[in-house]
Nanobody, 126 residues
């Protein structure tokens, strides 16, 4: 059964940290780039970060550069998003998604992705 399951969300104070996990099953993980997206209340879903199938290439949206780090463990079929120096504007539901790697794909475009998780809530508030 194909699944992407996010975990690690929660409530954290501004300046705090969280590590999100995305556990994959049911497909050949090593062929897929994995992206993280987020959707805040009343806003469109946006791409946050993406990591290539090998882990050798990463991308970040400007607002999280220097604060978030994406990584993957292909032996565990898991991708992580380490989020530091969290701000209230990072509050959102965070989703991971899998993209079968192909030339010219755009990591920040939702329609490029083949599979999606159900999301995990991140709330940054004092």
């Amino acid at each position: 059964q194909l699944q992407l399951v996010e975990s690690g969300g929660g409530l954290v104070q501004p300046g705090g940290s969280l590590r999100l996990s995305c556990a994959a099953s049911g497909f050949t993980f090593i062929y897929y780039a994995i992206g993280w997206f987020r959707q805040a209340p009343g806003k469109e879903r946006e791409g946050v970060s993406c990591i290539s199938s090998s882990g050798g290439s990463t991308n970040y949206t400007d607002s999280v550069k220097g604060r978030f780090t994406i990584s993957r463990d292909n032996a565990k079929n898991t991708v992580y998003l380490q989020m530091n120096s969290l701000k209230p504007e990072d509050t959102a539901v965070y989703y991971c998604a899998a993209l079968f790697e192909r030339y010219g794909s755009s990591w920040h475009v939702e329609s490029e992705y083949d599979y999606w998780g159900q999301g995990t809530q991140v709330t940054v508030s004092s």
